[in-house]
């Protein structure tokens, strides 16, 4: 539908429908183009090119109902993302649970060629019809336009609205709108139709609508009453809303939607998880849940959920995400090259969109498997609020050792973990939402090297809890322009110790986190967006630190597994405040008639920090505290260039910064006094489209850091200059991408990254390679859908470089410690060995009565590769072994829902 506005402002809501009908399941009838009313010159964004469905799957005809043999139609609300996948599905008319549920099912997997709104692939929302019949033969009725009229506020049925349609031939038809709002034209023929709406303090609307043969569209106007007592003021002319284009800032990014995600082998059903699948991540070693992202260090990658930060992605372990996976929507990996709207990381970033789950009444599922056990219950509390609780619990702390043996259980982290969250979200009326929302995770775990003479054994114990309360205020005007409002508070709690004998080292403390994310995005004119917005944070972090002043373990140092940590003691308590406010604006400018796109944007980022203690404390000498600021402007730019549908080039460049971890800014530990770190990306990128659902993508990538933390190489460093910003960082390479979105049930993709990460400890060092190298990862993915049998199977199939180590050459006995010291080799000379690994799952949907099961049976590590995950040695370094990933790991997993 292409719609012209003389003048728009607020919304006007518009949605097609398409007829589906045929033997036991539902057959398309594909949405119509509406070419433009010639009444009012275009002022804001149009509709270049309607959707078009390319993947079709049909929805099967209930078996409860076959005995009834009764016809159904399930109106649906379909909305179309910018890569033509299906992102929501909502129920708009129903026809009974089991009707309903087949027709979303089917239309989730629905594939259409993206719309385009000023020649920019863009996201819409349509009304698609589904009709359910036994009968052989293909429904066919007569071409009808059917609708609502509504207020917009309060979306209050409009009474009395005058309609009128000239039809293809030139012919007129009238009507008025009944009790509920309702009109109906039927039997209007094919072609164009022109639609006017008038009313008594209504704004008139014009608009078109094209009609096939035997098509019938069911249309909802919402317009703006003016309030009869308020002063008369110049009121629009035309309003529609439109989605306006999102300012496509990440040349190099993957985006997975939760219902491809689901089917990837080794999830368990937690999409999140998805993202240790995609092209740039590396394979983090068992139990860390580490995400490792063009090398960069896990610290360096930022993680967001609806814009907030978060302190992890995964669990303990890794074997589950800490977000509920019945709320997300998708997951997108940003590896580096983004745009101005986020910044404070070195490395790449990860965007989790959430939402409230639709629908009415009150419904719930519950989740079982080895790992844990999870449940949800959502429902509408009235038209206009949704609601959802969730919970989570692990449950292979439990039984671990009895399964996999004390040993085992002993090298192997097994995680404790727990994640809740609880949102609500409110409809304030067309295009116009606040959801609120409040999300918790919990970890614990514990692995170590045990040793038959305490004083050689080695544990090491972590825990982290995390809660986030935020509010996600979200309006979207006729015009295209978006407004985005999400204030947060939050609160983290953590503490890492390890005991080698009798020696104990710990750090642990808790931060007070608030922040305000804002942003306004709108059409300035045809060939000009700007988005412009605000991300402020502050934090307060008080921490606690006693043992070895080399514990823990941070990139650059050189030591192994087990190894006991330097005899230096220290123990300090200290506090850090650390304020970032940072506006920033970008364009994105459509030239050559949409074929490139130059998008400049700018983040200005004042950055404030306070640290109770400069010097270490000594005596009864009060603390002298540190201040220090900094204002940093952080260019970036991106272009696109697409010489043809088929075809987009892509580059990226842009400066970054990050402040140091408040655990560094210990005056016994640490420095004070350390400044910002900084990087530069640079992004060259290719995406080949040679079908609709097939994508190839190459990308090359480049960053450079310097003012990196390291310890410092003295012996005795000077008074609270334990760590110095002496580090530079690179990493570069390429990774490739050849995807297959779902066609004919059969989706899936081949990731593979070709890198190099290197550290330089100094300017007169020489460069290393990185803790967080691995020169080759490759992933595949392989799933295919049953039509009509509700079964799906899947594989996975990874392969990785093993990351560097340190080798040891021999050992030297302490006789005053009664310990050796090993010897060491070159630093990161070797490797841990090649990661290798299958892993598979079958899926089956089953209906109950009122109950959805969904029984799944996941494999993991189907070959049993026996994968070293870490290096360690015998006590005097004379022999070393590995410690070994998960053996074969069956997982049976069971969802039901109501």
Do not use: C, K
Not at 189 to 215: D, F, H, K
Request: glycine share 10%; no cysteine; proline share 6%.
């Amino acid at each position: 539908m292409r719609v012209h506005p003389e003048r728009a402002s607020r919304a006007l809501t518009l949605a097609s429908s398409v007829a589906f009908a045929s033997s036991l399941v539902a057959a398309p009838i594909h949405a119509q183009e509406t070419p433009p009313t010639e009444t009012h010159a275009p002022s804001g964004p149009q509709l270049t090119r309607a959707p078009t469905l390319v993947t079709f799957v049909p929805a099967e005809y209930p078996a409860s109902e076959r005995e009834s043999g009764r016809a159904a139609s399930v109106g649906v609300h379909v909305t179309i993302g910018v890569d033509g996948t299906v992102t929501e599905a909502v129920v708009a008319e129903s026809a009974g649970e089991a009707f309903d549920a087949a027709a979303l099912g089917a239309v989730r997997q629905f594939v259409f060629t993206p719309a385009e709104i000023d020649g920019v692939p863009s996201a819409i929302r349509i009304l698609y019809r589904y009709q359910f019949t036994l009968e052989t033969e293909v429904v066919v009725q007569p071409a009808a336009l059917r609708g609502q009229v509504r207020a917009r506020r309060g979306r209050t049925p409009l009474a009395g609205m005058h309609v009128t349609v000239t039809l293809a031939d030139g012919s007129v038809r009238e009507a008025r709108t009944d009790e509920a709002g309702r009109f109906a034209f039927e039997d209007v023929g094919e072609g164009e139709l022109s639609v006017a709406i008038e009313g008594e303090n209504v704004t008139r609307v014009l608009t078109t609508e094209t009609l096939a043969a035997g098509e019938s569209v069911d249309v909802t106007y919402d317009v703006t009453v003016a309030d009869p007592d308020e002063e008369e003021e110049e009121g629009d002319d035309l309003e529609i809303v439109v989605q306006a284009p999102p300012l496509r800032r990440a040349v190099v990014s993957t985006e997975v939607r939760a219902e491809e995600a689901r089917l990837v082998p080794g999830t368990s059903g937690d999409v999140v998880r998805v993202v240790e699948s995609l092209p740039g991540v590396a394979r983090a070693s068992a139990g860390t849940g580490n995400l490792i992202v063009w090398g960069a260090a896990p610290d360096e990658t930022r993680i967001y959920v609806d814009g907030v930060p978060i302190p992890r992605l995964m669990h303990e372990g890794g074997l589950r995400s800490v977000i509920q996976p019945d709320t997300v929507r998708s997951i997108e990996l940003v590896p580096g090259g983004y745009g101005a709207s986020y910044g404070r990381g070195l490395g790449g970033l990860v965007s989790v969109r959430t939402e409230t789950p639709e629908g009415d009444g009150v419904h719930g599922a519950l989740a079982l498997d080895l790992l844990d056990a999870s449940g949800i219950v959502r429902g509408a509390v009235n038209d206009d609020v949704r609601a959802a609780v969730s919970a989570r619990v692990s449950l292979i702390d439990l039984y671990a050792a009895q399964a996999l043996g004390a040993d085992a259980v002993a090298y192997l982290p097994i995680p404790r973990y727990r994640d809740g969250q609880a949102r609500f979200r409110i409809a304030l009326g067309a295009g116009e939402s606040l959801e609120l929302v409040g999300m918790l995770g919990s970890d614990q775990f514990q692995r170590g090297v045990p040793n038959a003479d305490p004083a050689l054994a080695v544990e090491e114990r972590r825990y982290l809890d995390f809660q986030r309360v935020y509010a996600r205020y979200t309006r979207e005007s006729g015009d295209g322009s978006v407004i985005s409002i999400v204030p947060y508070v939050g609160f983290d709690q953590r503490e890492t110790a390890t005991s080698n004998g009798e020696v104990r080292t710990s750090v642990g403390g808790e931060t007070i986190l608030a922040g305000l994310r804002a942003s306004y995005r709108t059409h300035v004119t045809d060939w000009l967006s700007i988005d412009a917005g605000l991300d402020a944070e502050v934090s307060a972090t008080t921490l606690v630190r006693r043992g070895s002043i080399g514990f823990p373990a941070r990139e650059g140092d050189v030591r192994v597994f087990g190894q006991s940590p330097p005899d230096q003691i220290a123990a300090d308590r200290w506090s850090a405040v650390q304020i970032g406010i940072a506006p920033y604006v970008e364009g994105d400018l459509s030239l050559a008639d949409g074929a490139v796109h130059v998008v400049p944007g700018v983040r200005v980022d004042p950055y404030a920090r306070s640290v109770s203690r400069r010097i270490p404390l000594e005596g009864d000498a009060p603390a002298l505290g540190a201040f220090r600021q900094d204002f940093r402007v952080e260019p970036r730019l991106s272009l696109r260039w697409e010489p043809m549908p088929e075809l987009a080039l892509r580059g990226a460049v842009g400066l970054y910064h990050q402040p140091p971890r408040a655990e560094d800014l210990s005056a016994s530990f640490g420095t004070p006094d350390l400044p910002l770190s900084q990087a530069l990306h640079a992004v060259l990128g290719a995406t080949v489209r040679p079908t609709e659902t097939l994508t190839l993508e190459l990308t090359g990538f480049f960053t450079a850091g310097d003012d990196l933390a390291m310890r410092s190489a003295s012996a005795s460093p000077l008074r609270a200059q334990a760590l110095v910003a002496s580090g530079n960082g690179r990493s570069y390479g390429a990774q490739a991408l050849v995807r297959q979105e779902l066609f004919e049930g059969l989706q899936g993709w081949i990731a593979y990254t070709l890198s190099r990460s290197e550290r330089q400890d100094r300017d007169e060092s020489a460069w290393r390679l990185s803790d967080y190298d691995q020169t080759h990862v490759l992933t595949a993915v392989l799933a295919y859908r049953i039509p009509g049998a509700e079964l799906d199977v899947s594989l996975r199939f990874r392969y990785a470089t093993g990351f560097p180590r340190t080798s040891v050459w021999g050992a030297v006995y302490d006789a005053a410690s009664d310990r050796y010291t090993p010897r060491f080799g070159a630093h990161n000379g070797s490797r841990v060995p090649e990661f290798v690994q299958l892993d598979a799952r079958i899926g089956r949907r089953f209906e109950v009565g009122d109950v959805r099961l969904d029984v799944s049976l996941e494999v993991l590590n189907v070959w049993n590769q026996a994968n070293p995950e870490e290096i360690v040695y015998a006590p005097d370094y004379s022999a070393r072994g590995y410690v070994l990933g998960l053996p074969i790991l069956p997982v049976l997993g069971i969802r039901g829902e109501i």
